[in-house]
T-cell receptor, first 113, second 116 residues
Framework: DTGVSQNPRHKITKRGQNVTFRCDPI?????LYWYRQTLGQGPEFLTY????????KSRLLSDRFSAERPKGSFSTLEIQRTEQGDSAMYLC???????????FGPGTRLTVT | DQQVKQNSPSLSVQEGRISILNCDYT??????FLWYKKYPAEGPTFLIS?????DKNEDGRFTVFLNKSAKHLSLHIVPSQPGDSAVYFC???????????????FGKGTHLIIQP
């Protein structure tokens, strides 16, 4: 297994456009997490899934953000009507059953112009 | 408010010596703590963790110490090697719902520089 993968690695978009990111977790990891990281900060939790159920959302996840994990495998994070403040690194992590450790992908860097 | 704090933005250590990275937390519901290492343009890499019921965990050159009464943990790296130069993040879980499967709360990181 090659670890958590994320696509695309970089995305440049104009303000007001919609963007979608994909995360493929490590196989057999039932939990999947999304984080956002801005310059000089640590990753900030956005939301998490156990299998296909979205169990927790941070207050950072505004109505313009939506995440899905159909069939409990890969996940997508969509941002609608992007704003310049959405520019950040979006990180995905997965975790196997019963473990606290989360394993991160390389991230998708979003730049909103 | 910052529930996990890493007060040293950077730390410079000579190769072969001990590196000590510190982390403080405020939320007493945190029950599991982790350290991650991050290189530029990569995601964080898990290093070592510790449960709140323990005070020490060791893995090779890396040791994490937890002082619950002081709400403080530290990561010791000995001996320090050039490849250890990276940003180190302290993270904690259990602060959202008290369970073990919720999101991690991270500090802002400490940039460790190992000098030859």
């Amino acid at each position: 297994d090659t670890g958590v993968s994320q696509n695309p690695r970089h995305k440049i978009t104009k303000r007001g456009q919609n963007v979608t990111f994909r995360c493929d977790p490590i196989s057999e990891h039932n939990r999947l997490y999304w984080y956002r990281q801005t310059l000089g900060q640590g990753p900030e939790f956005l939301t998490y899934f156990q299998n296909e159920a979205q169990l927790e959302k941070s207050r950072l996840l505004s109505d313009r953000f939506s995440a899905e994990r159909p069939k409990g495998s890969f996940s997508t994070l969509e941002i609608q009507r992007t704003e310049q403040g959405d520019s950040a690194m979006y990180l995905c992590a997965s975790s196997p059953p019963g473990d606290h450790e989360q394993y991160f992908g390389p991230g998708t860097r979003l730049t909103v112009t | 408010d910052q529930q996990v704090k890493q007060n040293s933005p950077s730390l410079s250590v000579q190769e072969g010596r001990i590196s000590i990275l510190n982390c403080d937390y405020t939320n007493s519901m945190f029950d599991y703590f982790l350290w991650y290492k991050k290189y530029p343009a990569e995601g964080p890499t898990f290093l070592i963790s510790i449960s709140s019921i323990k005070d020490k965990n060791e893995d090779g050159r890396f040791t994490v110490f937890l002082n619950k009464s002081a709400k403080h943990l530290s990561l010791h790296i000995v001996p320090s090697q050039p490849g250890d130069s990276a940003v180190y993040f302290c993270a904690a879980s259990g602060g959202y719902s008290g369970g073990g499967a919720d999101g991690l709360t991270f500090g802002k990181g400490t940039h460790l520089i190992i000098q030859p």
